[in-house]
């Protein structure tokens, strides 16, 4: 995965894709455990939006990856 982002321009790709790791795997917990809850729900989701616009840009894509972009960012 550390490739795939680092192709897409994301700084310090490794370290990026382990902290982003990370922060899903504890606000999963926190949802799971019911430990703060809410605020790990508003990581998980800040993650995910962040990461769909990030990593899926359809908008800059060529056309050859244009489609398969847009799907996964939708």
Not at 10 to 23: E, F
Not at 41 to 68: G, I, N, P, R, T
Request: charged share 15%; net charge neutral; hydrophobic share 60%.
């Amino acid at each position: 995965m550390a490739g795939y982002a680092g192709s897409k321009g994301v700084p310090a790709a490794k370290q990026s894709v382990l902290l982003s790791g990370l922060l899903m795997a504890l606000g999963s917990l926190s949802i799971i455990l019911g430990v703060y809850a809410d605020l790990g729900a508003l990581v998980m989701a800040l993650l995910l939006l962040v990461m769909a616009v990030k990593m899926h840009d359809f908008w800059k894509a060529d056309e050859a990856s244009k489609q398969s972009e847009m799907i996964n960012f939708f």
